[in-house]
């Protein structure tokens, strides 16, 4: 992974769900942003995800904790790339970090009349 945040947000009490903790999709929301930012600059242009897979939270992070949102291609097609997203919490009083969420997303670059177009050499 890439260890340049791709998203860095502070989870917020409207971040959580009934039972007080951060609501798992607000994190894959968190996770689909960083890894849409990566497909539209590796791919230059317009990224729409296709699907979204793979997905387990291993861990659970806290109101007021910092989100990191790291990604990298892990595989690319004649029109889309799939990108692999992992995000990590940090505390918001110290430094201990713990990946709270793992997926990857599959893409499809777009030309500019919305009909799939190549990935070309650069994201190869």
């Keep these: 992974m890439n260890r340049d945040p791709l998203i860095r947000i502070t989870a917020m009490p409207a971040d959580t769900n009934p039972y007080g903790g951060v609501f798992g999709g607000w994190l894959m929301s968190q996770m689909a942003l960083g890894a849409g930012a990566l497909a539209s600059r590796v791919g230059r242009?317009?990224?729409?995800?296709?699907?979204?897979s793979d997905f387990a939270f291993p861990g659970a992070m806290a109101v007021g904790d910092e989100l990191s949102?790291?990604?990298?291609?892990?595989?690319?097609?004649?029109?889309?790339?799939?990108?692999?997203?992992?995000a990590?919490?940090?505390?918001?009083?110290?430094?201990?970090?713990?990946?709270?969420?793992?997926?990857?997303?599959?893409?499809?670059?777009?030309?500019?009349?919305?009909?799939?177009?190549?990935?070309?050499?650069v994201a190869r």
């Design 45 to 52: 242009g317009k990224a729409v995800v296709v699907g979204a």
């Design 69 to 86: 949102v790291y990604c990298e291609i892990a595989a690319t097609g004649t029109t889309s790339l799939t990108i692999a997203a992992e």
């Design 88 to 121: 990590v919490a940090r505390e918001r009083n110290g430094e201990a970090t713990a990946v709270v969420a793992k997926g990857s997303f599959k893409f499809v670059l777009l030309d500019e009349n919305d009909r799939p177009r190549a990935v070309g050499e």
